[in-house]
Every structure is written in C-alpha cells, then in structure tokens.
C-alpha cells in the first residue's frame, strides 16, 4: 500500500516560504513516502521548479475545463504546470463556498478524467459526532460525491473531522480505526475488491507527537496536515513517523 503524506497549506504561504518545500524536497529526496505539497494557486508555478522529489496539489479546481469562470482555475491548466495532485471537497471549501456533495462528484470526476491524484475530503461535524452520526454521514458523503462509474485508480479518500481541523483536538485511535475500517468496506462496496488499494488518510491536527500513534492504525495509510505542513521543523517529523511505521 502507498504511503501518503499531505500537506494543505490552505491560505497560506508568500513566496518566502517556497525555502520550506525546497527543505523537504533535499530532505527526503530518497524517500519512499509520497509527499505532496498543496500550497496556494500562487505558489505553485515556483513550486513547480524547485520541488524535485515531491509532489505538488492544488486545493481546489472547477468542474469544467474551460470557459467564462472568473477567478477559476481548471484541472487542465493544473495538468498543463505539471501539477499531479488535487484536494477536492474540503470542509472549509464546503462551509464557506457551500460546496454540495453533487458538486464535489463533478470537481471528483474531472480531477480524474484528467489523472490528477484527486484526494477527496469527507467527515462529520461536532454536532454531528454528538448525535451519533458519522458513520451516516461519510456514508452519504461517499455515496454522493463518487460517482460509481469513476475510475478509482487514482482515487485517494481523507477522512477529516471537522471537530478535529485546526483545534489540537483529534479523536481516539479506536474511534479512527472504527471509522477508517468502515470507509474501507463502503469503498469495496461501491467498486470492488480493488478499492483495498485506494489509500486512505486521516486529517484534523496531526502533529509530530500524535502522528506515531495515527499511523500504527490499520487502514490509516497516510495524513492530510495542515498547520503542521507550513514549517519544515513540523512536517518533516510527520513524514518520518510513517516512514518509521511498519506497512
Ligand atoms: P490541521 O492539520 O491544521 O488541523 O488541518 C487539517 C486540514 O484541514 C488539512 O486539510
């Protein structure tokens, strides 16, 4: 199974911190983990010519390749950079530009049609969780966004709590294996025996003191980080606690 380690940088990063990823790529040029770096639209033209030995995302794309989408970014023109990664229903993009499961199914199939690495983001709210609902609703959320036609091979599913993003808060390794174990099935269920290989990652403050325990989960095959991908001080630990966990 791959080994993903992700890194959100959401709105963050000026061109002073192009030296981090340029850190990480010298780092672990030898690597085997895949690293990906997702640093704002802005960023990622200079990225591009100094990131060697890692890979790089955007945070989000449109569904549609081109055309009158004023301050849109096409999976094409990512494609066209060299970009090779996409992050798609992110919580935050779902609450504050109300991405709706039907959408994110349209921005899924075209990061796929145009073979980016689509890491898909699903996950329940606190209020949610509190009600007992999560499992429902990553059902739904799966069922909604991945249309069963799509070809899954470059398929990567992130399973984000919301309560978890940003807060310092991340739940139980038990509670994280119940629900990674249960994605698994539901990906198997919807495509096939293949789906074992879609690699799953937990998101929502992974750290380097929390991400030994995480990554000793079965079915946790990597992380999507966010504060802690902005330094290289923070995210190089990160990497090496799954380079240091047994597959
Ligand atoms: P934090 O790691 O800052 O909690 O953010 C997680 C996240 O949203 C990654 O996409």
Same mark, same amino acid.
């Given at each position: 199974?791959?080994?993903?380690? $992700? ?15 340029? *850190?990480?790529? %010298? ?13 704002? &639209?802005?960023?990622?033209? #200079? $990225? ?9 995302? $955007?945070? %989000?794309? !449109? ?11 096409? #999976? ?6 060299? +970009?090779? !990664? ?10 504050? !530009?109300?991405?709706?499961? @039907? ?21 329940e709210? @606190?209020?949610q969780?509190?009600?007992?609902r999560?499992?429902e609703i990553i ?14 091979? *470059?398929?990567? /599913? $992130?399973?984000?709590?919301?309560? #978890? ?9 038990? @509670? ?5 174990? &249960?994605?698994? /099935? *539901? ?40 504060? #802690? ?5 923070? &995210?190089?630990? +990160? ?9």
């Amino acid at each position: 199974m791959r080994k993903i380690i $992700a890194g959100n940088w959401k709105m963050n990063g000026k061109l002073e911190n192009l030296l981090e990823i340029k *850190k990480i790529s %010298n780092e672990f040029a030898l690597s085997e983990i895949e690293i990906v770096i997702c640093p704002p &639209f802005t960023l990622l033209s #200079a $990225a591009s010519e100094i990131a060697k030995n890692i890979y790089l995302g $955007a945070q %989000n794309l !449109h569904p549609e390749s081109e055309g009158a989408f004023t301050g849109e970014i096409s #999976a094409d023109m990512l494609v066209d950079l060299g +970009i090779t !990664h996409s992050i798609i229903g992110h919580s935050e993009r779902r609450t504050e !530009h109300n991405e709706t499961n @039907e959408l994110v199914a349209r921005k899924v199939n075209i990061s796929l049609n145009k073979k980016l690495q689509t890491i898909i983001c699903i996950g329940e709210t @606190e209020l949610q969780r509190k009600e007992n609902r999560t499992l429902e609703i990553i059902e739904q959320q799966l069922l909604d966004s991945l249309a069963s036609n799509i070809t899954f091979e *470059k398929l990567i /599913v $992130a399973y984000e709590p919301i309560w #978890a993003i940003g807060t310092g808060l991340i739940p139980e390794a038990s @509670e994280i294996s119940k629900i990674h174990n &249960f994605i698994r /099935v *539901k990906l198997v269920e919807l495509f096939g025996s293949n789906a074992s290989n879609i690699p799953l990652l937990y998101g929502g403050s992974v750290n380097g003191s929390n991400a030994p325990e995480i990554f000793r989960v079965a079915n946790v095959n990597g992380a999507l980080v966010g504060g #802690a991908s902005l330094s290289f001080e923070k &995210f190089a630990p +990160i990497i090496r606690a799954i380079e240091n966990t047994d597959p």
